[in-house]
């Protein structure tokens, strides 16, 4: 015995004032099974304002178009997360790339897990070769 909750867009608002300025306040809410309240705000609002203060005083949002917004909003958080990480992994390159030249450089690490050096290669001294330590 749920009563569900009926939308009445502008211009049914405007043919119920219209009828119960015609018959009658109490015979509309009767027949319309509205409340008499109901009925006089939207009469009110008419006399007030015409026809235009019957329109919602609020904007109706369609479901889809709010569903793009959550969706956009969400690609722009994610996009705005990797855009930070990269900001930081080049941080941390050139980071390390200028401490190579300080004597603490970055120590490679073969895919043992175990640190590599560099060795000179024989009767070459530009070329050097890793090896494990």
């Known amino acids: 015995m749920s009563k569900e909750r009926r939308i009445f867009s502008p211009e049914d608002r405007y043919s119920l004032v219209q009828e119960a300025l015609r ?3 109490s015979e ?3 027949k319309y099974n509205l409340s008499p309240s109901l009925l006089r705000r939207w009469k009110l609002k008419y006399l007030n304002k015409g026809k235009d203060g019957l329109k919602d005083s609020y904007q109706r949002v369609d ?3 709010r569903a793009l917004e959550e969706e956009n909003e969400r690609l722009k958080r994610i996009i705005a997360k990797q855009a930070l990480e990269l900001e930081v992994k080049s941080e941390l390159l050139k980071k390390r790339l200028s401490d190579s030249g300080k004597g603490n450089a970055y120590v490679p690490v073969s ?3 175990y640190p590599l050096r560099t060795v000179p290669v024989a009767g070459c ?3 050097r070769v890793l090896l494990p330590a």
Do not use: A, E, K, L
């Open 63 to 65: 479901p889809q178009m």
């Open 111 to 113: 895919t043992t897990g």
């Open 28 to 30: 509309v809410c009767r």
């Open 23 to 25: 018959d009658g306040h």
């Open 125 to 127: 001294t530009s070329q």
